[in-house]
């Protein structure tokens, strides 16, 4: 089975940082693409970023490009998510999952972004 749990979220002031990591387990992790979403309270799934079998070149959405960052370490099997300038409407839930696939998230993670 594919598993996959996000960490790392939190409460932070606007203009702060969090490092999100999900754990992967159940399918080859080099083998894919890895992908990060999020959702808002009463919204739609948006895609954040994606990131290459060998962690090369990410990209991400105009809403989060210039302040996220993804990354991954194929040994730990893990994908990470570097939030730097956060702003109140970055609160969501966020997930990763294999390619760009909603469907094979796990466990996300909250991230309420507050004063």
């Known amino acids: 089975d594919v598993q996959l749990q996000a960490s790392g979220g939190g409460l932070v002031q606007p203009g702060g940082s969090l490092r999100l990591s999900c754990a992967a387990s159940g399918f080859v992790f080099s083998d894919y693409t890895m992908s990060w979403f999020r959702q808002a309270p009463g919204k739609r799934p948006e895609w954040v970023s994606s990131?290459?079998?060998?962690?090369?070149?990410?990209i991400s959405a105009d809403s989060v490009k210039g302040r996220f960052t993804a990354s991954r370490d194929n040994a730990k099997n893990t994908v990470y998510l570097q939030m730097d300038s956060l702003k109140p409407e970055d609160t969501a839930v966020y997930y990763c999952?294999?390619?760009?696939?909603?469907?094979?998230r796990g466990q996300g993670t909250l991230v309420t972004v507050s004063s």
């Open positions: 999952t294999r390619q760009s696939d909603y469907a094979s």
């Open positions: 990131i290459g079998r060998s962690g090369g070149a990410p």
